[in-house]
């Protein structure tokens, strides 16, 4: 059985950081690429960023370019967002998605039909 699950979310003043975890288990980890999304209140969910299997390649939305970095341990199997200089716009639930693939681009990693399994998100909040 896979499992997602995401950890790390809470409040912040912006101008903060946080990291975000996501622990997948029940797959080979490493053979799959990993995407972060986000739904802020009252709106759609929106991608932000992806990462392919083998950690070589990373993908963002242009709002969080240079302030989120993505990143995996293959070892861990757990996936990471760094968030640096947030912003009240940051503020949503995130989630953690496993692909069906192994790698791809950011045009089809954008899509929530690549992904297959979801976890259950973490909120963060970015306010004065």
């Known amino acids: 059985q896979v499992q997602v699950v995401e950890s790390g979310g809470g409040s912040v003043q912006p101008g903060g950081s946080l990291r975000l975890s996501c622990v997948v288990s029940g797959v080979t980890f490493g053979n799959y690429a990993m995407g972060w999304f986000r739904q802020a209140p009252g709106k759609k969910r929106e991608w932000v960023a992806a990462i392919n299997g083998d950690a070589g390649t990373t993908y963002y939305v242009d709002s969080v370019k240079g302030r989120f970095t993505i990143s995996r341990d293959n070892v861990k199997n757990t996936a990471y967002l760094q968030m640096t200089r947030l912003q009240p716009e940051d503020t949503a639930v995130y989630y953690c998605?496993?692909?069906?693939?192994?790698?791809?681009?950011?045009?089809?990693?954008?899509?929530?039909?690549?992904?297959?399994?979801w976890g259950q998100g973490t909120e963060v909040t970015v306010s004065s």
């Open positions: 998605a496993k692909s069906r693939r192994a790698s791809g681009r950011d045009y089809n990693l954008r899509l929530e039909a690549q992904y297959d399994y």
